[in-house]
């Protein structure tokens, strides 16, 4: 098998239509081409033989290596370490209003001494099923153009000479000094555009360089978070922002798609769509930040999926980003996967999962839209009614839950919980706005639920709520409970259901999902790491119930676990490392969560209140 470096040796870089990875030796494994969910045209990262990658290192193997981001910025930076010198490439992608006006660009700079460099780039399309053709122009660039019915292209520009390899390839290798840089560029071409216009590379690079240097740090420093952890807070927030739709306001759930869960398990699947959980979520991590733009743009994302529904049941729990419903599965078997890690798999199966709980979490975002964002229109209210009656006439339903099982539906407590947030939060907009609604009936069902969770999914044998009706399964998606404010941290139920998650799935500060035996289930074979999102669910709980020393240790100990650039997968393996899609949306939003709560709390304790506003 060939190596494949841990997926925090790779830094993310985007223009906010799509992102590529970077690993800390100067290779690009990973670039969708030109949207989140397009396509590969690098994808070594799931084959480091087919995948195809962008090179760009020092030769020798005497090399070491460190990444860093700018500060307040997406722009990575490599530094390379050799007997003979020092160099750093900069790595980043120009922000464009329009995808199809994607580029990477990629500047090596000789800071000390002496080096050589070697450059291949070996794109290959349609996550390397298509083949190709390379052809070299007159003014030395190489156009990549596509056999595939699509005639997709690209071309490869660059300041330092380059050649053909088995015509398919580009290469090149140089002796730079202390001061001399070598610059290249990939951009998306179209189609029917067969004239090129020369361009001063060196001009474009400088000048791409100082706009998206600028572009970022003003988009921070319109932040209003000045709270502890700000550096780590932000990291997490321009991560979130990478993975956020500039032409359509959509999130996508993580960076990549058939990342395994466990190395060599067949748990890997395509998260490069929007969840409407998980969308929902980052926009309230994106409002307690101050960044109100971000919440605007998805809210009309969310408007256009709603007057698209023939029936408000018609919602699903994810679509691509511009809102397209068709989601079809499939598995690349040419592929053999991270660390053999099969099938690959693209589409999303679980798209047509019918799951209470996105009513709920959708809900929320409009209300907290609505209080701190925005009004939202009476013509808009009248689509969330309809949301809100689907959920009075539905509650009752099994679904797949919030972890998406696949084995049969069940009557998840996950999806009750959102259900009555869902009524909750509209109850709490009409009286805020005075918008005319039913509401003695969603009060009464909004209470029905509450005295269904409250007697059904309690387990006298475990003393806590159980995953799902009739079973004795600790799940960690309870930890919502309070998050959401359906229960309060001082119900003596709710304590002693912090004790058993404690003493089932917690390790230290890193907390399982659920333990499967017994439970619900996907049907798969394999190990999971612990979860990153629970994890700081869990922190986030401590600190709402008054456990501010514990919170803040075990909060600390976790920012621990995260990537020398401070990014987070889904999970946690069991060497520490990090495993499934990278980088994730839910942990990092879950990160300025918990962050955003224990700092205000701290700070409620200096003050000597109980407590201090709270956002929601």
């Given at each position: 098998m060939p190596d494949y470096l841990?997926?925090?040796?790779?830094?993310?870089?985007?223009?906010?239509?799509?992102?590529?990875?970077?690993?800390?030796?100067?290779?690009?494994?990973?670039?969708?081409?030109?949207?989140?969910?397009?396509?590969?045209?690098?994808?070594?990262?799931?084959?480091?033989?087919?995948?195809?990658?962008?090179?760009?290192?020092?030769?020798?193997?005497?090399?070491?290596?460190?990444?860093?981001?700018?500060?307040?910025?997406?722009?990575?930076?490599?530094?390379?370490?050799?007997?003979?010198?020092?160099?750093?490439?900069?790595?980043?992608?120009?922000?464009?209003?329009?995808?199809?006006?994607?580029?990477?660009?990629?500047?090596?700079?000789?800071?000390?001494?002496?080096?050589?460099?070697q450059m291949r780039c070996s794109p290959r399309f349609d996550y390397a099923r298509t083949a190709h053709e390379a052809q070299p122009q007159a003014d030395g660039s190489i156009l990549f153009k596509s056999h595939g019915d699509d005639g997709f292209q690209f071309r490869l520009l660059g300041n330092q000479p380059f050649e053909l390899a088995d015509q398919v390839d580009a290469t090149g290798s140089w002796r730079l000094h202390a001061g001399e840089t070598a610059s290249f560029v990939i951009e998306a071409t179209p189609v029917d555009d067969s004239t090129f216009i020369a361009r001063d590379l060196g001009h474009y690079t400088e000048a791409a360089f100082e706009d998206t240097l600028s572009f970022w740090r003003e988009w921070v420093d319109s932040s209003t978070y000045t709270g502890r952890w700000r550096e780590t807070v932000l990291r997490s927030a321009i991560t979130l922002k990478l993975l956020t739709s500039l032409q359509h306001g959509s999130t996508v759930a993580a960076a990549t798609f058939a990342l395994p869960e466990s190395p060599g398990g067949e748990r890997n699947w395509d998260y490069r769509y929007t969840w409407i959980r998980d969308a929902a979520f980052t926009m309230y991590a994106f409002l307690r930040l101050g960044f109100t733009q971000e919440s605007k743009a998805f809210l009309r994302w969310i408007m256009q999926r709603c007057q698209e529904l023939t029936d408000a049941g018609d919602l699903q729990l994810m679509y691509a980003v511009d809102g397209t419903a068709d989601l079809p599965e499939l598995e690349l078997g040419h592929l053999s996967g991270y660390r053999d890690s099969q099938p690959v798999r693209i589409g999303n199966g679980a798209a047509k999962q019918f799951q209470l709980d996105i009513y709920g979490e959708l809900m929320d975002t409009i209300y907290l839209y609505n209080k701190y964002g925005g009004g939202i229109t009476y013509d808009f209210w009248q689509q969330v009614c309809r949301l809100a009656t689907y959920v009075v006439e539905n509650w009752r339903r099994p679904d797949h839950g919030i972890w998406e099982v696949r084995d049969q539906e069940r009557e998840f407590l996950s999806g009750k919980m959102m259900c009555w947030v869902a009524l909750d939060r509209a109850i709490r907009i009409a009286r805020d706005r005075s918008f005319p609604a039913p509401l003695v009936e969603w009060l009464r069902v909004r209470d029905e639920i509450y005295e269904e969770v409250y007697h059904n999914f309690w387990s006298e044998e475990k003393q806590a709520f159980v995953q799902h009706k009739g079973s004795q399964v600790i799940d960690a998606a309870v930890l919502l409970l309070p998050l959401m404010r359906m229960f309060s941290p001082a119900e003596p139920r709710w304590q002693s259901t912090m004790r058993a998650i404690e003493k089932e799935l917690?390790?230290?500060?890193?907390?399982?999902?659920?333990?499967?035996?017994?439970?619900?289930?996907?049907?798969?074979?394999?190990?999971?790491?612990?979860?990153?999102?629970?994890?700081?669910?869990?922190?986030?709980?401590?600190?709402?119930?008054?456990?501010?020393?514990?919170?803040?240790?075990?909060?600390?100990?976790?920012?621990?676990?995260?990537?020398?650039?401070?990014?987070?997968?889904?999970?946690?393996?069991?060497?520490?490392?990090?495993?499934?899609?990278?980088?994730?949306?839910?942990?990092?939003?879950?990160?300025?969560?918990?962050?955003?709560?224990?700092?205000?709390?701290?700070?409620?304790?200096?003050?000597g209140t109980v407590g201090g506003h709270q956002f929601v």
């Open positions: 841990p997926l925090e040796d790779y830094g993310l870089i985007g223009n906010l239509h799509t992102v590529a990875l970077v690993s800390k030796v100067g290779s690009l494994d990973y670039l969708p081409f030109t949207r989140f969910d397009s396509p590969t045209i690098f994808a070594a990262l799931l084959d480091a033989k087919k995948g195809g990658s962008w090179l760009l290192q020092p030769v020798g193997d005497d090399v070491r290596s460190k990444q860093l981001y700018l500060p307040d910025t997406g722009i990575l930076l490599t530094r390379f370490f050799t007997g003979e010198g020092i160099a750093e490439l900069t790595d980043f992608m120009p922000v464009k209003r329009h995808a199809q006006n994607c580029a990477v660009v990629r500047t090596v700079r000789v800071i000390k001494g002496t080096m050589e460099f917690l390790l230290d500060s890193l907390m399982f999902r659920y333990h499967a035996e017994g439970g619900a289930t996907d049907g798969l074979t394999g190990e999971e790491g612990t979860f990153t999102m629970c994890s700081f669910w869990y922190i986030e709980n401590l600190s709402r119930g008054g456990e501010l020393d514990k919170a803040r240790l075990l909060f600390e100990k976790l920012l621990g676990f995260a990537s020398p650039l401070g990014l987070y997968s889904e999970q946690i393996g069991p060497q520490g490392e990090q495993i499934g899609n990278y980088p994730q949306a839910f942990t990092h939003l879950a990160l300025i969560s918990t962050a955003f709560q224990l700092n205000r709390d701290l700070d409620a304790r200096h003050n």
